[in-house]
């Protein structure tokens, strides 16, 4: 199941509660694997750096054997034809070599991981579509895409008091302007609707606010969808969630945590955001509040 959307829709929490269930492993943003995980050296969700990790160097092996690709080319062929706009082309086009030699990476990876995991299901939370369109195209998996959604306001506030990542303490903070949080906001969410075209029967819309409104109806509902037992599940009760330790890349900081965790809305735009950023947001996405059930006044 891949969970495409924007970022600060609340995937992080969703893909870490998915991983608590039996028979379903997540990935976190397997789409950084190469970059943030095998070049940079970031963490991975297990608190070690992603090298050390014993879990994802038993799936490279298991995957490549001693023929692990360059981490560097595979950032390159990325670059080159898994972009955002090459989403549709990536679902029903015909494959450049290019992309063809990344998919032939991404189908060995996805069986490593099902080899060494035993996951019946595995949560990618990686968000660029491109990366869901292509999976389309692998053989002997069935996919599934999840479409993420929160109120654009929301999410530019977010943004703006975005905190680096604990490995990243020294480095710049990630922010984006209202502009363009939600310009990426409405370009994600639109080339992803068009995309569920390629997932018939297979795919669903959560809004962020109705997941944390009762997040175990919301993840339950998602397992039904594809097929997998929920019972014996992580929530202790609606709202608390008992999360398992992980081996997720990439993602908000709040993937290192563990243990009982209480799921609840982060509304603080509703009185926190100043009156500009709400209404460069609400002006500039317009169209797609109404859409998706948002207030369109600002
Ligand atoms: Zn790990």
Same mark, same amino acid.
């Given at each position: 199941m891949y969970i495409a959307g924007w970022g600060r829709s609340g995937t992080t929490i969703v893909d870490n509660i998915f991983n608590s269930y039996d028979n379903v492993f997540s990935t976190g943003e397997l789409f950084y694997l190469w970059h943030r995980g095998l070049m940079i050296g970031r963490k991975c969700g297990c608190g070690v750096k992603f090298a050390n990790c014993v879990t994802w160097r038993s799936i490279l092996a298991a995957a490549f054997g001693d023929q692990l690709p360059d981490p560097a080319h595979v950032v390159e062929l990325q670059k080159q034809t898994i972009r955002v706009r090459h989403t549709q082309s990536l679902a029903? &086009? @015909?494959? %450049? /070599?290019?992309?063809?030699?990344y998919l032939d990476i991404y189908t060995k990876l996805y069986h490593a991981i099902a080899e060494v995991t035993g996951a019946k299901l595995i949560v990618d939370s990686s968000k660029v579509p491109s990366g869901a369109a292509l999976l389309t195209r692998m053989p002997g998996t069935v996919p599934y895409?999840?479409?993420?959604?929160?109120?654009?306001?929301?999410?530019?506030?977010?943004?703006?008091r975005a905190a680096p990542p604990p490995e990243k303490r020294n480095g710049s903070t990630i922010v984006q302007s209202p502009t363009s949080s939600t310009v990426h906001w409405l370009a994600r969410n639109a080339i992803t609707e068009r995309l569920t075209r390629a997932f018939p029967g297979r795919h669903a819309r959560l809004r962020y606010e109705d997941?944390?409104?009762?997040?175990?109806?919301?993840?339950?509902?998602?397992?039904?969808?594809? &097929? @997998?037992? %929920? /019972?014996?599940?992580p929530f202790v009760d609606a709202n608390t969630v008992r999360l398992k330790p992980n081996h997720t890349i990439?993602?908000?900081?709040?993937?290192f945590r563990n243990g009982d965790i209480a799921v609840e809305a982060d509304d603080r735009w509703v009185t926190e955001q100043r009156f500009g950023p709400r209404l460069t947001s609400t002006a500039l996405a317009w169209p797609f509040l109404h859409r998706y059930g948002y207030r369109t006044r600002v």
């Open positions: 029903d &086009g @015909v494959l %450049s /070599a290019e992309a063809q030699e895409l999840l479409h993420m959604v929160r109120d654009p306001r929301a999410v530019t506030h977010s943004w703006m997941f944390a409104a009762d997040p175990q109806a919301a993840i339950e509902d998602l397992l039904d969808l594809a &097929g @997998v037992a %929920s /019972a014996d599940g990439a993602g908000n900081p709040s993937r």
